[in-house]
């Protein structure tokens, strides 16, 4: 979508409470049909400079976008000339052209820094009034290097929860970086429900004794 479309659409999000991080990443994935709820929670720690003032949210949600379409799984493939080091980079110094900063307590208004034990602005200064902007910045900065095609070719796709499939689903040992990005976190919570389950099932079985 055009810039001020997407500008539009992350005002309406983030006025609901979104984080921008959650806003830009799931932007690309949308389409894949992943369970929005597993996104949302994947990318819920970044906003607000991950929460400590430093990278942007809008920033750290490109650049997993970017991880899935362009990023490795074989450490081998570490810094390949055009790899995802390089175009995280270039995605970052764009926008630090646009915007001077990729640091969430430089870019906020009215002086507000996240990192502050008690951050505060300027009374009737909104720190926030900037941020969806940022959101559409680095989505059309990003859409430089990710394609629909990139989007629809991500490897291992059919192996990521579904929208329509229970939060926790069987992931097959998914290769390519959809298996290495989302595929470790969905096994996380599958190793985990598996552990939770087995630790009620030991305490009921220590109370019949």
Known sequence: M???????????????????SQCVFNYFVKDLG???????KLTSGLGLGVNHGDSCGAITGAILALGLTHGFSDGSES???????ELSKELQNKFIDRNGSVLCRNLLSGGYDGADENPSSP?????????????????????EYITAADIANIPAAMDMPKQEQSSVVPI??????????????AAAVITYERRRAENEKLKAEQSKQ
């Open 2 to 20: 055009p810039h001020a479309e997407n500008q539009q659409l992350f005002e309406e999000q983030m006025g609901a409470g979104l984080h921008c």
């Open 172 to 185: 097959a040992a998914g290769t390519g970086i959809a298996g290495l990005a989302l595929g470790a976190g």
């Open 34 to 40: 992943l369970n929005e709820e597993f996104v949302m």
């Open 123 to 143: 009374e009737g200064v909104d720190p926030w009034e900037n941020c969806a902007k940022y959101c559409a910045d680095a989505v059309e900065i990003a859409e």
């Open 79 to 85: 810094w390949a000339a055009g790899g995802i080091e």
